[in-house]
């Protein structure tokens, strides 16, 4: 994925004076959940992240040139058992998840145009407790998985009235398949 750094990025990267973020977006059955790794709120894009802290982390982020279907995970942990049911029913697999690379200036505030380090769908949740606490981990899988799915749509009749009823465009595919077409002169 090409990614540009904003004017205001560079400057602060050169600054060498460094405040990271990392923010997570995720559809859920009830809405969208955003949450950082501050320790405060913090507004972006309009919406409300809210501060994890620690409690935030991330698997491996790979970038590469090659197309590779890679994912990732996002864990909670730290999440209190009262909440576990919550987490299993609005779980669902293929809503969409985002994760950014942000710098902060020093009034704590976001720095134009954090890079998008991945974005990929839901693939399977996992929880693991404790006894007091558990942690909720979320696995992420890049929409490339879907390279490696066969596909069971043909270029048949039968098909195309699956889809759209009542269409005749593949009507006479089978009777035309193996005939002889001669363009132009013969």
């Known amino acids: 994925m090409s990614r540009r750094a904003t004017q205001a990025v560079l400057e602060a990267l050169e600054a060498q004076s460094l405040r990271?973020?990392?923010l997570f977006e995720g559809e859920f059955a009830s809405g969208w959940v955003r949450v950082w790794t501050g320790d405060f709120d913090l507004t972006w894009e309009g919406q409300t992240w809210i501060g994890a802290g620690a409690l935030i982390g991330l698997g491996t982020l790979e970038d590469t040139t090659d197309i590779v279907a890679s994912g990732t995970v996002v864990s909670l942990s730290g999440v209190p058992l009262d909440l576990i049911s919550?987490?299993?029913a609005e779980a669902?697999?293929?809503k969409p998840g985002r994760i950014w690379l942000a710098l902060l200036t020093p009034d704590r505030e976001i720095?134009?145009?954090p890079m998008q380090a991945f974005s990929g769908r839901l693939d399977v949740p996992e929880i693991s407790e404790d006894g007091a606490t558990c942690t909720i981990t979320l696995s992420y899988e890049s929409r490339l998985i879907d390279l490696g799915t066969p596909r069971n749509w043909?270029?048949?009749h039968e098909s195309q009235q699956a889809l759209y009823h009542g269409d005749m465009g593949f009507e006479h595919v089978?009777?035309?398949q193996d005939r002889d077409i001669t363009w132009g002169r013969g």
């Open 20 to 22: 990271p973020a990392i």
């Open 86 to 88: 919550l987490a299993i």
């Open 92 to 94: 669902r697999q293929g």
């Open 111 to 113: 720095i134009a145009d």
């Open 154 to 156: 043909r270029y048949t």
């Open 174 to 176: 089978t009777s035309i």
